[in-house]
Nanobody
Framework: QVQLQESGPGLVKPSQTLSVTCTVS??????????WSWIRQPPGKGLEWVGA???????FYSPSLKSRTSISRDTSKNQFTLQLSSVTPEDTAVYYC????????????????WGQGTQVTVSS
């Protein structure tokens, strides 16, 4: 059974860099053909795909966030991390990580495993 667990700072100040990490257990992030994705949900809004790192190590980003986004991984810890720079209150959201074979989806049903989510609030 694969499990994903997000962790993050909770509160980030405007203009700073947000960093959230997904720790995976029960399966390696380097095996098979999967996209390990970040999806977020701002308060009162729908899910938004942020980006993903493929099992090969290639990273992909939402065009609307690409200039501020970086996704990396630590294979020794079986973790992948999202960094979002120059944050504003509009980046306030619950950030989820998920595993799936479909690229760029924001639908939870397209993921076979999904974390509990971590709330990140951008505020001074």
């Amino acid at each position: 059974q694969v499990q994903l667990q997000e962790s993050g700072p909770g509160l980030v100040k405007p203009s700073q860099t947000l960093s959230v990490t997904c720790t995976v257990s029960g399966g390696s992030i380097t095996t098979n053909y999967y996209y390990w994705s970040w999806i977020r949900q701002p308060p009162g809004k729908g899910l938004e795909w942020v980006g993903a790192i493929h099992s090969s190590g290639d990273a992909f980003y939402s065009p609307s966030l690409k200039s501020r986004t970086s996704i990396s991984r630590d294979t020794s810890k079986n973790q992948f991390t999202l960094q979002l720079s120059s944050v504003t209150p509009e980046d306030t959201a619950v950030y989820y990580c998920g595993r799936g074979r479909l690229f760029g989806s924001s639908r939870k049903d397209d993921y076979d495993y999904w974390g509990q989510g971590t709330q990140v609030t951008v505020s001074s």
